[in-house]
């Protein structure tokens, strides 16, 4: 069966710190891999997405960064944290051939 | 900009009662439409999901109501239960381009014992 893992659960980083969130997929090939970010009114907003290894489109301009170095691990930096990237960070997958989309557990990051 | 507007963002329901929550669309190209469920410090997990061919589609006390000439969907709980607190989201892709899934703002729901 497959599974997404993304760690970590909670972090909390000061502001200017550098970000690196990792998220992990196992009994899937080639999935579409995303990133969105979840904000009190806002929904779930689209960071990133990734059809393939080394391949990453951006939704919205921001201070973050996203990396495909495998074909099932997905990556999300920021050099500089800014306050405002504060929020709930989601992983997710899709298979080519399901529509349905499947999401970590989320981590909560909180810049101060 | 939003490509799923979503109403209401808070919703208050008696155990027993029926919670209907609405999303719009403007995207013609979309032809999936799902919801999902997300509980407190979790991620979102599916519910139900419809596709444009059929105007409604019913799984237990869950039911999606489509009406494709409005561009409207609509998530019906039926017998509502205190265990269906959470937060729902709505939301739509197609199969073209990156098949990229779109979020409605939430709704977050309370059922009252």
């Known amino acids: 069966s497959q599974t997404i893992h993304q760690w970590p659960a909670t972090l909390v980083q000061p502001v200017g710190s550098p970000l690196s969130l990792e998220c992990t997929v196992e009994g899937t090939s080639n999935p579409n891999l995303y990133w969105y970010r979840q904000a009190a009114g806002r929904g779930l907003q689209l960071l990133f997405y990734s059809v393939g290894i080394g391949q990453i489109s951006s939704e919205v301009p921001q201070n973050l960064s996203a990396s495909r170095p495998q074909d099932r691990q997905f990556i999300l930096s920021s050099k500089k944290l800014l306050l405002s990237d504060s929020g709930f960070y989601l992983c997710?997958?899709?298979?080519?051939?399901?529509?349905?989309?499947?999401f970590g557990q989320g981590t909560r990051l909180t810049v101060v | 900009q939003q490509q799923v507007k979503q109403s209401p963002q808070s919703l208050i329901v008696q155990k027993g009662g029926i919670s209907i929550i609405n999303c719009a669309y403007e995207?013609?190209?979309?032809?999936?439409f799902p919801w999902y469920q997300q509980f407190p410090g979790k991620g979102p997990a599916l519910l139900i999901a419809?596709?444009?061919?059929?105007s409604e589609k019913k799984e237990g006390r869950f039911t999606i109501s489509f009406n494709k000439s409005a561009k409207q969907f609509s998530l019906h709980i039926m017998d509502s239960q205190p265990g269906d607190s959470a937060t729902y989201f709505c939301a739509a892709s197609s199969q073209t381009g990156a098949n990229n899934l779109f979020f409605g703002t939430g709704t977050r729901l309370t059922v009252i014992p």
């Open positions: 997710a997958w899709r298979d080519r051939a399901n529509t349905e989309a499947f």
């Open positions: 995207n013609t190209a979309f032809d999936y």
């Open positions: 419809i596709r444009p061919d059929v």
